[in-house]
C-alpha cells in the first residue's frame, strides 16, 4: 500500500463532490413527504469554515422522510460504530417533529440515500449534525402543519402539534394525522422560513435517558457488521503485505499457491492476493505463496523515536501568545521546566478493516466497516476509474472505529479485487495486518517551561507542542505571560517524521497535550505546596464553567485538601475539548512489589451542554475512562524500522475487566449552551489524572507514558536507590 | 483442499447437522460461512480476543483455534441458538436491559462466556464475573455495563449477588 494515498492532515484534504442522484434516490419512495432543504450552517453552532470543512453539499438535501404509514425515516451520513447515534439522532428528530422515538427508523452511512458527511469522528455527530438534522424536522413540523391548515380549513396559528398529528389548539378533537397528510403525495418541500428550535426546557423526547435501540440485533447474532453480508458466488480475498513499511518486493513465487483448488490468484500492479471460496481457503492459498522483500536499513525503534523526533528541524507554530515570557520570567522566582513523552499506540477495534465490493461494468456497491462513507466512494471512484455516481457505500454496523476507520484501504482492495475477478470480493484485514496498517496516534513530547512567583502565581508558561496535534494545547488557566507552539500535527506531518501512518486517535491531541498540561500543573502545586484542586481553582480566574466542574467531581470524589504526594494514591485533573468541559478525580493503588496500578476509582464531572441522551453520554464517558486506562498503563506500538512488533493482543495489551475502577459520573447541568460532543472528551484527561495519582500515591512523577509495570519498577528501584 | 474431506456430524443450537469439511478446518469459518452463522466473530485469529467464543459441551472455546474434528458428535452452541421461539435469553435480556455493549462485536462471545459461567456457578460473585470474562475483550470500554448485566441476570435466574 502506498502510504502516501491514506495520508490526511487532521481530515482537510480531500474535495468532496457531492453525487447523490436524487431522483434515483426518490424513486425508491412510493410516496411521503421528503424534507430537503439548503445547508446554510451558519448560525447553526457549525464554526466558521477551516480549510477542509464546510464543504457540504449547496444542494437540495434530504434528511428526513415521513412515509404513508407515518414512519418517519431518518438518514445520516454518520455511522454506528457503538457510540449510540442510532438512537441518539432519532431522538433528536422525533423531539422536533414530535412523534414517538419508537416511529422513527433509521438510515446511516448509505451514500445513495443519506446526505453528503465529511465522516463521524471528532465528537461532532451530536454538536455539528444535530443542530441540522432537527433544523430539518422542524421545517418539516412546519410543512406539516401547512398541509393541515389546507385540510381541515383553519389559519396555521390555530393548530399545534403532537405525537404525530396536527391538531387544533383550542379543539384538540379536530386532527389529522402525519400519516394521512403524507398519504397519496409526494411531496418533496424546500423551505428557506427559519423556524426556532425547542429550548431544553421544553424536552420530552431528549434529555430522557434512552437505552439503545440496536441491542436486540446484537445480542441475537443478528446484526449484521460488513464481514456478515453474503453474496452469491462471493471470494474472500488475502493481500500480500511486506513484512515492514519500506519494504520492497524482489521476487515472488504463486505456484503452489495456484495448483490449490478453489483458488484465484490476481497478480496486478502493487496487489498479490490469494482468493478462495472460503476465508480459511484464502489464507491456506496465501500462506503458500513465496515472496522476498527487501528490508531497508533503519535504526528506528521505540526506544529512540522520541530523539528522532526532536532532532528535526523545526521552527515552531506560536499559535497563541499573551504577554511576554520575558517579563514572566523575571516575575518568576521558582522555574520548572519538564518534557512529557507519549508513544504510539493502535485504535485495534476488534472489528478489523472488512470491505465487501461488487464492481460490474458501470456500478460499484461497496460494504464497508468505514468511519467515512462518503470518502470511500470517493477513494473506489478514483481507484476504478469510475464515475463518483456509479459508486455507492453501504455502511452496516462498525465493530468499532475510534479514528481508525478513516482510510479506507480495505474498501479500495475490495473494490479493484472485484474488478479484477468479476467476483464480489471480500478483504477483511487480520490481526496482524491491522496492526501494520493502522494510522497509530503520533508518538510526541510536550516541553513545559513554567515558574511560580513568590505568592504561587504561575507567572509564565511556554507550551511547546512537537507532533502530538494542536487540539487542546491552549492555555485556559489564568496565567499573564505565556506561548503555546506547535510542531508539525497529528498527520504525517511531511515525510522523515513517522516511520509509518500516524493520525487521528479518541481525543487527538488533546490525549498528550492534557497529559502534560495537567501533569504539569500538579508539578507546579507541589512546588508551591498547595492542594491540587486549590491551586487549580487559583488560576481559573473568571472560568466559572471550569471551576464548576471541577468543584463537581471533587464533591462526588469526597475530595480532601492535601499536598501531593500524600501517600492516599488521589489524584485530579480537568480540561476543555473542543467545549466539552470535563474534571476527573482518581484513586489508585500502586502494588511496589509488581509495579502494578490498579485503579480503583474514578469520577468524571462533564459539562457537555444542552443534554439529548445522558444514558449515552454517561456510557461514552464510562468508555472514555476504560479505554483511557489502556494507553495510561499498558499501550504502546513496538517497532523495530518499519516492522511493527506488535500483530496480537498478546503483546498488545489494554483494558480488561479486572483493571477496571468503580465509575461514576456527574452530568453538570447547563441548558444554556447548545449540545456539545461527549465521544471523546473524558478519555483525554486520563493520562494526567492517573499520573497524578499514582505521583500521590508514591511520589513519583511520570514522564513518560504508558506506566507499566517494569516502568514502574524501575522507577521505584531509582528512587530507593537516591534516597539512600 | 481436496485433501483429508470427511463428514461431521454434531448437534448445532439443538439441531443435528452433517457437514464435509478438511478435518483442521477451524470451527469458527465453517460456522461463519459453511453453516451461515455469522453472530460469531472473527477478532484476533490466535484466540486472544474471544469475539469468536462459542460453548462445545458446555464448555466455552475460542472457535478459531477450534478443529472441527474435535466437535464431532458434540453439542455446539452459538449466539444464534441462546433464544428460544423469539424469547430472549435472561442474559440477552438483560444486557439489553443495562446497555451491555456498545459496538455489539464482542457481545456474543461475552453472553456465551457468561451462559457457561451460569452453567457451573448459577451464583457468582463479582469477582468470579470478572475473572470468568477477564480474557474476553471489550475495545468500546463497556465492561462495567456488562458486569452489571451479567449480574443482573443472575440475580433474574435466581442466583447472582451472592457477594
Known sequence: MKDEKYVDQEFSEKTAPFTLDRREFIKLLSGGIIVSFSLDISGWGEPAPQPGYGREPKDLNAYLIIKEDGRVTCLTGKIEMGQGVITSLPQMLAEELDVPLKSVDIVLGDTDLCPWDMGTFGSRSTKFYGPLLRRAAAQAREILIELAADKLGLSEDKLTVEEGFVLEKSNPQNKVSYASLAKGKRIERHLDKEVSLKSATDFSVCGEPRYRTDSHEKVTGEAKFTGDIRLEGMLYARILRPPAHRARLISVDTSEAERMNDVKIVRNGDIIAALHPTPD?????????????DVPEDDLDHTNIYEHLLKIPSEGNVIEKEGSLEEGKKLSTKSIEESYYNCYVAHAPLETHTALAQVDKNKATVW??????????????????MPPENVRIITPFVGGGFGGKTHNGQVVEAAKLSKLTGKPVQVAWSRPEEFFFDNYRPASIIKIRSGLDEKNRIVYWHFENFYAGERSSQMYYDV????????????????????FGVGAWRGPGSNTNIYARESHIDILASAAEMDPLEFRLNHLGNDKRMQRVLNAAAEKFGWKASRSPSGRGHGIACLDYLGTYVALCAHV???????????KRIVVAQDTGTIINPQGI??????????????CLSEEIHFNGGQILDTNFDTYEFTRFSWVPEIEVVLVENPDLAPQGCGEPAITGMGAVIANAVYDAIGIRFFELPMTPDRVKAKLSEHRMSSF | MGRDIKTFRFTLNSKPVQISARKDRMLLWVLRTELGLT???????????GACTVLVDDEPVRSCQYPIKDAEG??????????????LHPIQMAFVDHDGLQCGFCTPGMILTAYSLFLKNPKPSRAEIIRALDDNLCRC???????QAIDAAAVSMGGGSSR
Open chain 1, 589 to 599: 493503588d500502586v502494588d511496589k512489589k509488581s509495579g502494578a496500578i490498579q485503579a
Open chain 1, 480 to 499: 499573564p505571560h505565556y506561548q503555546t507552539v506547535m510542531h508539525g500535527s497529528w498527520g504525517r506531518g511531511g515525510s522523515g517524521i513517522h516511520p
Open chain 1, 281 to 293: 481457503g484464502a489464507e491456506e492459498a496465501f500462506r503458500k505463496i513465496q515472496a522476498d522483500f
Open chain 2, 39 to 49: 453472530g460469531t466473530k472473527f477478532g484476533c485469529g490466535e484466540g486472544f480476543c
Open chain 2, 74 to 87: 458434540k453439542k455446539v452452541l452459538t449466539i444464534e441458538g441462546l433464544a428460544k421461539n423469539g424469547d
Open chain 1, 618 to 631: 454517561t456510557i461514552q464517558i464510562e468508555g472514555c475512562v476504560v479505554m483511557g486506562l489502556g494507553y
Open chain 2, 141 to 147: 470500554g463497556a465492561h462495567s455495563r456488562i458486569i
Open chain 1, 368 to 385: 464497508a466497516s468505514t468511519q467515512t462513507p462518503f470518502r470511500a466512494k470517493d477513494d473506489v471512484a478514483e481507484a476504478l476509474g
